[in-house]
């Protein structure tokens, strides 16, 4: 994540308020025996339709984020999203199996200086069109260096 992590309770809770509150399709991930949050899933309101989530890493690899991913991209196309985008960390891999596996496919790979931890990171952009056209966005390809991986 950019972001460094909240160190109280009421970091947190203003973080996810500032970040959150006013997205359209924002969701805390919750296990339906619990009702208790360990993670979240949105999709940005800009042009890039940017599929982002997160979880507690102590429910990493339990499918979690991809029933997710499959949830909130069904509800975008009922929406009448055009396309969903999302972007990992190269060094993230398993991001990127859940992006493939809710029906995503990787377009492209750009270089960007991450804030605000200053850091260069290579992310791999995955798309989902729903009107079944070639659309690539392409504003992240036009802002950053960027290239195709063939050995994904």
Same mark, same amino acid.
């Given at each position: ?6 160190? =109280? #309770?009421?970091? /947190?809770?203003?973080?996810? @308020?500032? %970040? ?7 969701? $805390? ?36 984020? =991809? #029933?997710?991913? /499959?949830?909130?991209?069904? @509800?975008? %196309? ?7 985008? $999302? ?66």
């Amino acid at each position: 994540m950019p972001w460094f992590p909240a160190r =109280t #309770e009421k970091d /947190a809770e203003s973080f996810l @308020k500032e %970040r959150f509150s006013e997205k359209r399709f924002a969701y $805390a991930i919750c296990r339906k025996e619990t009702n208790v949050p360990f993670g979240y899933i949105y999709i940005s309101d800009d042009e890039s339709r940017d599929l982002g989530y997160g979880l507690r890493s102590d429910f990493w690899n339990r499918g979690y984020a =991809t #029933e997710a991913a /499959a949830a909130v991209l069904q @509800k975008a %196309r009922e929406a009448g999203f055009k396309y969903v985008t $999302a972007t990992h960390d190269r060094n993230n891999p398993q991001s990127g199996r859940v992006m493939q596996k809710a029906g995503m496919t990787y377009r492209y790979s750009y270089t960007e200086q991450w804030q605000p931890k200053d850091r260069s990171v290579v992310f791999r952009m995955y798309q989902i069109n729903f009107d079944e056209g070639i659309f690539v966005y392409g504003r992240y390809r036009e802002m950053y260096p960027h290239f195709i991986e063939s050995d994904l």
